[in-house]
Each structure stands twice: as C-alpha cells, then as structure tokens.
C-alpha cells in the first residue's frame, strides 16, 4: 500500500533512450545523484526491453509504460503485469495520453488494464487529463469525472489506495505551457472529491494524486508545494539525469 505522506516522483522515459547504454549512463547519474529520502518514493518507467538490465534498488523503484490485461498467452508482442512483475516491476502506467491518443486505448480498456495490474500485486499509475480544445470549451472537469469513474468501475475499496492518479493536461505535456499552480490545485480537489464519492471521504484523503505536464526543475517544487499534489510524474526532463536529480533533490 502506498503511504500518503510520501512524496513520489515519477519518470517516464517513452520511448528513450535508444541503447541500452545511454539508459545504463541515465541510471547511474540517477543512483549517485538521489540523496536518500525516506518520504520519497522514485518511480522509473524506462522502456520495457531495458528492465530486467535495471535492477530497482534503494534509489528508486521499476514501473512498465505499458501493460496487456490478460495474465498470458497467445498476444503477440504484449507483456502482462504478472510477467512485469516477475521482473521486479511495482508499477505500470496506464491510460497515458498518448497510448489512449496512437493506441486508441479506450477508458474500458484502461479499466481491464486497472484490474488486471491490481490483481497482479502492481499498482497502476492512472493518467488522466482534457485536451486543449476540451479545455476550451470548459469541459475539464467533465473529461476528469468521466475518466475516473470509468477507471475506477468495479474497482474494490480494499485497493484504491495502490493507485495512484497522475492529472497530465494534454495540452501541458510536451508543450511546455503548463497551468496555473490553481488550476492544478482545482483539479486535484475534484479528482479527491469524485474518489470520495466513489468510495469515502478517508480513503480519497489517502489517495496519491500527482501533477505532470512539461514539469522542469524551475516550476517543480511550486507545482507540488502549492497544488496539494502529492507529487509529479515527469516526462522529457527526466532524460536529463542531473535536471532529474535536481528536481528530486528538491523534496524532503
Ligand atoms: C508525460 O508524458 O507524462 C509527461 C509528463 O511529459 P513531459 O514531462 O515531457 O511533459
């Protein structure tokens, strides 16, 4: 189960590095940069080829990108959460922008992929968040109630608290444009008040809710400090292994 009061910094690396000796460079710029937090929890994500060269160790801890939803058999190029698991994986990430964007992945296929990941002792790093043109036409928060009750459906209360939900604007991710320390804020109280609703008001107190979305080691500490997220899942800059350090340096 995943404790409230810890920090957790998230990186996902997509689809870098290209060899396994740069990720290899990324690691060890990693391991001799993080001083060690106990409040802290550090997530990485590199591509799946590369994991079982990654050892998780006292750093950080080993999640998958990606993950099928049936346990095994015949699906050409997919790895399930029990095979992830076997490798030392913790956590997958599911229902990213860009799987549900490239991979058409629906929010029925993100909850086969949630339950599967629970079943399998992971805990699923939920992404949700609205599209620019949404945004514009003042549907956020309908995109953030809709993605979430479709995650969460037939999801039991005695594992809520292993996901953890990452708010990611679409339009923040990549982009470098990133919202107001308010609107983050806004959008972590509703994504509390709609698991409150689902389950009780304790269990979403407890729940880890992450901001990401063009996060860098100068908006870093404001988007946590000022947001009441518990954390940030961090995409492009985490290929940077000293901004990265930096950025996690900035915590506890
Ligand atoms: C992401 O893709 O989840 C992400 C947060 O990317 P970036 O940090 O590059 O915006």
Not at 79 to 84: D, E, G, L, R, V
Not at 91 to 99: T, V
Not at 214 to 237: H, M, P, W
């Amino acid at each position: 189960m995943i404790d409230k009061k810890q920090k957790i910094i998230i990186a996902n690396w997509k689809m870098n590095p290209i060899s396994f000796i740069e990720a290899d460079n990324l690691i060890s710029t990693i391991k001799k940069g993080l001083k060690k937090k106990e409040d802290m929890r550090i997530i990485i994500c590199p591509p799946s080829i590369f994991i079982s060269k990654i050892k998780k160790n006292k750093s950080f801890e080993l999640g998958i990108q990606n993950i099928f939803w049936e346990d095994k058999g015949a699906y050409t190029g997919e790895i399930s959460s029990k095979i992830a698991k076997n490798f030392g994986v913790d956590y997958a990430i599911i229902g990213h922008s860009e799987r549900r964007k490239y991979f058409k992945e629906t929010d029925e296929i993100v909850n086969v992929k949630m339950k599967s990941v629970l079943k399998n002792g992971l805990s699923p790093i939920l992404c949700i968040g609205e599209t620019l043109k949404e945004k514009n036409q003042d549907l956020a928060s309908d995109v953030i109630i809709t993605q979430l009750e479709k995650a969460f459906t037939d999801i039991n209360k005695s594992k809520v608290l292993n996901i953890i939900v990452a708010y990611e604007p679409i339009w923040a991710i990549g982009s470098g444009i990133v919202p107001s320390t308010d609107e983050i804020m806004s959008a972590v109280l509703l994504i509390r008040k709609i698991i409150s609703k689902l389950y009780d008001r304790p269990t979403a107190e407890k729940v880890s809710i992450l901001y990401g979305g063009s996060v860098n080691s100068q908006n870093a500490l404001d988007f946590v400090d000022k947001t009441r997220a518990d954390g940030l899942l961090i995409g492009s800059v985490s290929l940077n292994g000293s901004e990265f350090v930096r950025i996690v340096n900035l915590f506890g």
